[in-house]
């Protein structure tokens, strides 16, 4: 099983396989939940990138920041770049204890993960968001092979003989211990999975000190 790694994720019903996977549903139904209502500035981007804490914009040489400790103007932003507000979708506590821990947002190419502790998480499943392309600070994009990922320097957190998970852009976190490396320091770090060799999505943060 998946022995660690990705406690945003895998509350915000994002993640994996294994022992982070998660149902979609919620064993004391789900409650309404309004559509998102957006009124940000006109926003221009020449390309996203996917970090460890933040989505990044660039236009014209010049970079706007939407930290995943802020989800607000991150739905916003990307609310705004599809022209779609969707309405959001409660995420249950993955123990079955009928909890709403949050609520998740999702476009065509990518998932926004509300928290109700107030962090975010996101998972991109294309190559591009509203006609903007998305990677990660490297390069590593949906549709990047295996050997790319491996050769920005990304490492293999776990498998299941056909689908792998690498580990991307590691980031220390004072304060923590790692789960899988015994003795260090904890790491977040950007999750990138494949199959057959193929990138088919990417999330962030994940980490490697959160045992799920």
Known sequence: MKQYAVALMVLAGLALTGCAQTSAGDAGGPTSTPTVESTPTPTSADAITVGVDALVTMHDGESVTYPYTEPEPLIDFVAEI??????????????????????KYTWEGITVSAMTDGGAGVRVTSKSIGGIPVATSPGIAVGSTSDEVVSTGGWETWNDGATHYFGVDPQPVEGTQSLSRPGEIGRAYIDVTTVDGVVTAIAAPANDYSDL
Do not use: A, K
Not at 82 to 103: A, F
């Open 82 to 103: 599809t022209g779609l507000s969707p309405e959001g979708e409660d995420i249950p506590d993955p123990w079955g204890n009928g909890e709403v821990w949050g609520t």
